[in-house]
T-cell receptor, first 119, second 114 residues
Framework: AQKITQTQPGMFVQEKEAVTLDCTYD???????LFWYKQPSSGEMIFLIY??????QNATEGRYSLNFQKARKSANLVISASQLGDSAMYFC????????????????FGQGTILTVHP | SAVISQKPSRDICQRGTSLTIQCQVD?????MFWYRQQPGQSLTLIAT?????????ESGFVIDKFPISRPNLTFSTLTVSNMSPEDSSIYLC???????????FGNGTRLTVT
């Protein structure tokens, strides 16, 4: 079974509008972390936002916020006031477990959503 | 955050040859990792680069194909050996700066094997 599912292969949004990118996850581990990364066409991976499984409040970082619904196992990324520079591939990823070890660098990534911002 | 520099940024190689990718971090980090992103695909962890010991490989990846070095806390290399067109991918170095930090990635190496 897929551990991270991003059901939207592509999304389009008008500049200055908000957009939500969907992510659902599957884990039986009570301790986990959820991440969103942006990958422009240049190929680099840019960290955007993080949500821990025990965090009480939804994470926010500037124009990025994470709509975390634990019971539904969803962690949707909301981008407010979209900009042309937001056009990129967006990946949702999960880290399971809390113990620091060699597995701590293992993130499971979803298939990504290509976001296109129209002027 | 840290500045993570990867070289080369891209390369075109012939099948049967090998390419070594370098990853340099501007601060000492305990944990470094190598990921692969095949065309149109998501990222997959190749291995954890351990300083002073052999790398720890994920299922499906072997040392003979992807030898890794980690001579100190700021540097690592990944070699893609005996390349075939199926090795055409983006290879990304990443580091963990602390127990609760996200992975930070280098700019990636875009490899094309002809």
């Amino acid at each position: 079974a897929q551990k991270i599912t991003q059901t939207q292969p592509g999304m389009f949004v008008q500049e200055k509008e908000a957009v939500t990118l969907d992510c659902t996850y599957d884990t039986s581990d009570p301790s986990y972390g959820l991440f969103w990364y942006k990958q422009p066409s240049s190929g680099e991976m840019i960290f955007l936002i993080y949500q821990g499984s025990y965090d009480q409040q939804n994470a926010t970082e500037g124009r990025y916020s994470l709509n975390f619904q634990k019971a539904r196992k969803s962690a949707n990324l909301v981008i407010s006031a979209s900009q042309l520079g937001d056009s990129a591939m967006y990946f949702c990823a999960m880290r399971e477990g809390k113990r620091l070890g060699t597995s701590y660098g293992k993130l499971t990534f979803g298939q990504g959503t290509i976001l296109t911002v129209h002027p | 955050s840290a500045v993570i520099s990867q070289k080369p940024s891209r390369d075109i190689c012939q099948r049967g040859t090998s390419l070594t990718i370098q990853c340099q971090v501007d601060s000492q980090v305990t944990m470094m990792f190598w990921y692969r992103q095949q065309p149109g695909q998501s990222l997959t962890l190749i291995a954890t680069a351990n300083q002073g010991s052999e790398a720890t490989y994920e299922s499906g990846f072997v040392i003979d194909k992807f030898p890794i070095s980690r001579p100190n806390l700021t540097f690592s290399t990944l070699t893609v050996s005996n390349m075939s067109p199926e090795d055409s991918s983006i290879y990304l170095c990443s580091v963990l700066l602390g127990p609760n930090s996200p992975l930070h990635f280098g700019n990636g190496t875009r490899l094309t094997v002809t």
